[in-house]
Structures are given as structure tokens and as C-alpha cells.
């Protein structure tokens, strides 16, 4: 991310298909960072986004990534000892920058000067976020824990959500911060290997993507964007009550202000559900099975 060039291109592509849910989140959760609380990174176009199957999980965001203007990135690629041990663990491991997407406990930048684990109440506040994440990220199936923080939020997590996470793998490592090797030699290679047992245990329980195109794509779609371009194909919508998978067979707005009501070919039956415009609904490729 020190190449213009590169760094560029990662920010013209922050609104591509698979990274921009989780960018639309990512403005919700600046709007309403917590007293104190700095800015939240983007989702970088680099990684899997809502086509990840390896979540690697961090406590906060490096404090050396924090930009003026906003516009950081959350990536292996950082310009930082962090995301290039990360790197290197991934390449090592085999594993595909586009099958992981990297996330925090706790989003928000931490204050100025704020050391040391994260807080009860900087994890309480990172769960819902975190859950709403992960339901953007259908095919996510393990999630590395890099660090005691993530594994005790993890755990909380857990208690909250059970059935939600019951899909998840969790595997504890540590943090690829330099300062998480701190310590004795034996605790030093301990910590060194530990991180690399991880990430070979990750790519065990995902198997690698078959050719170039790398992990299987889902789409994820607004509502209002919906067009015929989609009709036939298989969808995936909620509104929060009830869930309707199967064929799109008519998607009707009244106007921008009104719900968007969609008609689904459920168990040869025609259903309706009507849902806000920004909510989002996964559309299935071929015939639409997971």
C-alpha cells in the first residue's frame, strides 16, 4: 500500500461487488463509533470479501495505518510489520489473499494512546458489528484468532450467538504484531510455529479453490438495484422476519420511497415479501445451491 499506484487502484475498487456490503457497513459503523473512537478501515478489494471462507481476525485496527483522510484500508498488503507477517504466513500456508477477508473485535480505532488488550466494553461494543459482518460472508467457515483478545471476544461472541457461529471453525494463533513475540527464545518460537500450525489448519478445513477464478462468488444486491437482468435467477432475501430462497419472479418499487416488493418461486408456490429498498439480497449463481 506504499505504491501509489497499487493503493489507487485499491480505492477505486472499494465498491466492487464482492467488497461493497461490507463497505456499506463500514459507513454505518463510523456514523456511530463510540465516544472517542476514531474511524473504521475499509474492506480491501484485494481480499475475499463476502466470497471469504477464512475470517482472520485481529483485536483493533494498527494505529500505523490510520489516515487523515479516512480513506485506509484494512489489507495484508499494509505498509507495516503487521500485514507482512500476515502475508507471509498466507503465502506460506498456500492460502489465497481472495479466500480470506481480515476484520477487528473492536472496529474503531482506538484512542490516542490506548495500550494493552481491548476492554469489556470495546468488545461488547465490536459484537453486533461483528454480527452483522458475518452475515454478509455466507461462506465463511473458520476464522483464525490472532491473539487472546480475539479469542475471549470470540468467546463472547459464541454465548450470544450460538447457532450463528455453529457453521464457524474458530482457531486460536497470535497476533502477527511483532510485539506478540516478545519474551523468552522457547516463547518466541512457540508463538512463531503456533501461527503457522494455524493457518495450515485453516487451509485443511477449507479446500483450496479450484483454477484461476479463485473462491465461488455470490452476489449481493440491493433491493432497489434489482432488474430484469436478475428474473429467473435463484435469490435469498429477509425482513428479519421470514427468509424467501428461490427463483426471482417479479420485483416491483412504487417508488424510491416505498418497499420493494419481490415475488419468489418458493416450493412451486408464488411468495411475497416486501423489504426496503438498501436491504440487501444474495443472488445465486446456476441453480442457486450453497
Same mark, same amino acid.
Given at each position: 500500500?506504499?505504491?501509489?499506484?497499487?493503493?489507487?487502484?485499491?480505492?477505486?475498487?472499494?465498491? $466492487?461487488?464482492?467488497?461493497?456490503?461490507?463497505? *456499506?457497513?463500514?459507513?454505518?459503523? /463510523? !456514523?456511530? =463509533?463510540? +465516544?472517542?473512537?476514531? &474511524?473504521?478501515?475499509?474492506?480491501?478489494?484485494?481480499?475475499?470479501?463476502?466470497? $471469504?471462507?477464512?475470517?482472520?481476525?485481529?483485536? *483493533?485496527?494498527?494505529?500505523?495505518? /490510520? !489516515?487523515? =483522510?479516512? +480513506?485506509?484500508?484494512? &489489507?495484508?498488503?499494509?505498509?507495516?510489520?503487521?500485514?507482512?507477517?500476515?502475508?507471509?504466513?498466507?503465502?506460506?500456508?498456500?492460502?489465497?489473499?481472495?479466500?480470506?477477508?481480515? !476484520?477487528? =473485535?473492536?472496529?474503531?480505532?482506538?484512542?490516542?494512546?490506548?495500550?494493552?488488550?481491548?476492554?469489556?466494553?470495546?468488545?461488547?461494543?465490536?459484537?453486533?458489528?461483528?454480527?452483522?459482518?458475518?452475515?454478509?460472508?455466507?461462506?465463511?467457515?473458520?476464522?483464525?484468532?490472532?491473539?487472546?483478545?480475539?479469542?475471549?471476544?470470540?468467546?463472547?461472541?459464541?454465548?450470544?450467538?450460538?447457532?450463528?457461529?455453529?457453521?464457524?471453525?474458530?482457531?486460536?494463533?497470535?497476533?502477527?504484531?511483532?510485539?506478540?513475540?516478545?519474551?523468552?527464545?522457547?516463547?518466541?518460537?512457540?508463538?512463531?510455529?503456533?501461527?503457522?500450525?494455524?493457518?495450515?489448519?485453516?487451509?485443511?478445513?477449507?479446500?483450496?479453490?479450484?483454477?484461476?477464478?479463485?473462491?465461488?462468488?455470490?452476489?449481493?444486491?440491493?433491493?432497489?438495484?434489482?432488474?430484469?437482468?436478475?428474473?429467473?435467477?435463484?435469490?435469498?432475501?429477509?425482513?428479519?422476519?421470514?427468509?424467501?430462497?428461490?427463483?426471482?419472479?417479479?420485483?416491483?418499487?412504487?417508488?424510491?420511497?416505498?418497499?420493494?416488493?419481490?415475488?419468489?418461486?418458493?416450493?412451486?408456490?408464488?411468495?411475497?415479501?416486501?423489504?426496503?429498498?438498501?436491504?440487501?439480497?444474495?443472488?445465486?449463481?446456476?441453480?442457486?445451491?450453497?
Amino acid at each position: 500500500m506504499n505504491d501509489p499506484e497499487f493503493k489507487n487502484a485499491q480505492e477505486l475498487e472499494l465498491w $466492487a461487488e464482492h467488497v461493497a456490503p461490507l463497505n *456499506s457497513l463500514v459507513r454505518d459503523l /463510523r !456514523s456511530m =463509533a463510540p +465516544e472517542n473512537a476514531g &474511524s473504521v478501515p475499509f474492506f480491501a478489494p484485494l481480499h475475499g470479501g463476502t466470497d $471469504a471462507t477464512i475470517l482472520c481476525l485481529a483485536a *483493533s485496527p494498527d494505529p500505523a495505518n /490510520r !489516515s487523515k =483522510a479516512d +480513506e485506509d484500508v484494512l &489489507s495484508s498488503e499494509d505498509d507495516n510489520p503487521s500485514a507482512e507477517a500476515l502475508s507471509i504466513l498466507l503465502e506460506e500456508s498456500g492460502i489465497d489473499p481472495r479466500e480470506v477477508v481480515l !476484520s477487528n =473485535a473492536y472496529p474503531w480505532y482506538r484512542p490516542d494512546g490506548a495500550t494493552g488488550r481491548l476492554t469489556g466494553a470495546e468488545m461488547n461494543a465490536g459484537i453486533e458489528p461483528m454480527s452483522k459482518m458475518l452475515r454478509l460472508v455466507p461462506n465463511l467457515r473458520t476464522v483464525i484468532l490472532m491473539g487472546k483478545g480475539p479469542e475471549e471476544f470470540w468467546g463472547k461472541l459464541s454465548r450470544k450467538y450460538p447457532q450463528a457461529l455453529s457453521r464457524i471453525t474458530a482457531i486460536p494463533s497470535f497476533s502477527p504484531a511483532p510485539l506478540s513475540l516478545s519474551g523468552t527464545t522457547a516463547q518466541r518460537e512457540e508463538r512463531i510455529a503456533r501461527r503457522s500450525e494455524a493457518m495450515r489448519e485453516a487451509r485443511k478445513i477449507v479446500r483450496a479453490p479450484r483454477g484461476p477464478a479463485g473462491p465461488r462468488r455470490e452476489s449481493m444486491v440491493r433491493a432497489e438495484d434489482l432488474g430484469p437482468e436478475h428474473l429467473k435467477r435463484v435469490i435469498e432475501v429477509s425482513d428479519g422476519n421470514q427468509t424467501l430462497h428461490g427463483p426471482l419472479l417479479k420485483a416491483f418499487q412504487p417508488s424510491p420511497e416505498w418497499r420493494v416488493t419481490l415475488t419468489v418461486e418458493v416450493a412451486g408456490q408464488r411468495r411475497a415479501l416486501g423489504v426496503t429498498p438498501d436491504t440487501w439480497v444474495r443472488v445465486y449463481r446456476g441453480a442457486g445451491l450453497r
